[in-house]
């Protein structure tokens, strides 16, 4: 009974005390998965020419890419079979073994051996912690730890390329690299602790047979690089080649992906779906932003960074609102989350020519970063709301293979149009295409989803 004058305060979603290891963990393994991206971005140029790998300039990126489809395919298929604990022990020391690979390299070939091993370790981390989310946190909380995501990506986004730039200047690049692995080992101890904690995992009776899983995941793996390599090489020939990645691709997918994502099929496909839209979309347009901010009105590359900040701060506050209101219909967030990256597009389009105001950048883009952190975060928690027992892990695969593909696609398709009809004119038509596939998820996907939600 609360004594007089007291207050009864509500135990904390994110650090009750059964939960404090997996949410420390969680978000360190996140968070130092998100610095090490920002450095990589920012002491590339530095690294290969001290490799002498400048033919190979993204291919450092392609690798990672590439080999985190595998790790996400496998990695959910051994969740499914033997639960979260086996991928959540491998995976990031693969991930902290690549980084002393990588930090260590005196040629670009350790280099490359050095990021796919990240990306297989990262690849098959993430789907890993999606189904913890589901085994440690009830429905109701999730909203809550996939906030929580979102703002562990927040600092790194903030301050990562600043810091990864004074260590690559005073320093040397190489402590990007080998300065996070120890602490990656950390975030691996805090998560075996709660592992330890797990009931003992039961696989299920009957499931879904899959099969040709490991072939497909390789032949999507090389259609991504293929795509990667297309948006660095933007021709009509780099057009063409994204045909014929698209043509190994497509039945690949139709192996990884839920059946029915394709058609656009309602529930579960229709959310998956939502999630290549969503990414596409965003990084489609937001890659060429500070490009058209340089070349057209003139920006210096720390202020036509400033709205990508924004958006970011924008992301983590609308994901964090989230949250708070866990009674929320998802499918209504996620169509909420679409209409503002609609209007975060059709806005941005008038920067683009030199008679634009520049500052409807800032305007547009954290628009844009509030739909993301709605719908995002939304469609996360209907995944795992709409997964079986024995699906999770497949399922959470095939969001991050559907954000990835989602994003090669459309850069790609943006890089080709920039690089034959400049930034304003190619940039344009580019949002435009983006903002159609936008409002399509708003008023078709929101609703399928919520049919079986």
């Known amino acids: 009974m609360t004594a007089v004058g007291e207050t009864t305060r509500k135990p904390s979603v994110l650090w009750a005390p059964d939960r404090r290891a997996a949410t420390t963990g969680l978000l360190l393994l996140v968070t130092l998965a998100a610095f090490e991206q920002m450095g990589v971005s920012t002491a590339l140029p530095t690294l290969v020419h001290d490799l002498h790998g400048e033919s190979l300039y993204s291919?450092?990126?392609?690798?990672?890419l590439a080999t985190s489809v595998v790790g996400n395919v496998v990695g959910g298929r051994l969740c499914d079979r033997r639960g979260p604990a086996l991928v959540l022990l491998i995976g990031p020391l693969l991930f902290a073994l690549g980084l002393v690979v990588a930090g260590s390299a005196q040629e670009m070939t350790q280099l490359l051996i050095g990021r796919a091993l990240q990306g297989v370790g990262g690849g098959a981390q993430v789907v890993a912690l999606y189904v913890l989310i589901a085994l440690v946190f009830p429905e109701r909380d999730r909203p809550v730890a996939?906030?929580?995501?979102?703002?562990?990506w927040v600092i790194p986004s903030l301050i990562g390329p600043t810091i990864?730039?004074?260590?690559?200047?005073?320093?040397?690049?190489?402590?990007?690299?080998?300065g996070l692995a120890p602490l990656v080992v950390i975030g691996w101890v805090l998560v075996t602790i709660v592992l330890r904690r797990l009931p003992a995992f039961r696989p299920a009776a009957s499931g879904v047979?899959?099969?040709?899983?490991?072939?497909?995941a390789i032949g999507a793996a090389v259609g991504l690089a293929v795509l990667s390599w297309a948006g660095d090489n933007p021709s009509l020939v780099g057009l063409a080649v994204v045909v014929v990645a698209l043509a190994v691709i497509v039945p690949?997918?139709?192996v990884l992906l839920p059946k029915g994502t394709l058609t656009v099929r309602a529930g579960l496909p229709s959310v998956i779906l939502a999630r290549a839209l969503l990414s596409g979309a965003f990084f489609g347009s937001q890659i060429f932003l500070p490009l058209v901010l340089q070349r057209v009105h003139g920006f210096s590359p720390a202020l036509a960074g400033v709205p990508l900040t924004i958006a970011a701060l924008g992301w983590s506050g609308a994901s964090w609102w989230q949250g708070r209101h866990p009674d929320l219909a998802r499918p209504l967030l996620m169509r909420r989350g679409f209409l503002l990256i609609t209007l975060g597009l059709v806005v941005v389009t008038f920067v683009a020519p030199v008679w634009g105001p520049p500052w409807l950048a800032a305007v547009a883009w954290v628009f844009a970063g509030m739909g993301m952190g709605l719908a995002v975060s939304s469609v996360s928690v209907l995944v795992l709301k709409l997964s079986s027992d024995q699906d999770r892990g497949f399922n959470s695969a095939a969001l991050q293979l559907s954000d990835l593909f989602g994003q090669s696609l459309f850069v790609g398709l943006g890089g080709v149009?920039?690089?034959?009809?400049?930034p304003t004119l190619g940039w344009s038509p580019l949002n435009a295409v983006l903002a159609a596939c936008t409002l399509f998820g708003a008023l078709v996907l929101a609703r399928r989803a919520a049919s079986n939600s």
């Open 59 to 64: 291919w450092p990126f392609t690798m990672f």
């Open 146 to 152: 996939f906030a929580a995501l979102s703002a562990a």
């Open 164 to 178: 990864a730039g004074l260590v690559t200047q005073y320093l040397n690049w190489r402590w990007i690299f080998l």
């Open 209 to 216: 047979p899959r099969r040709g899983l490991t072939l497909a």
């Open 252 to 254: 690949a997918l139709r």
């Open 417 to 422: 149009l920039v690089a034959q009809l400049g």
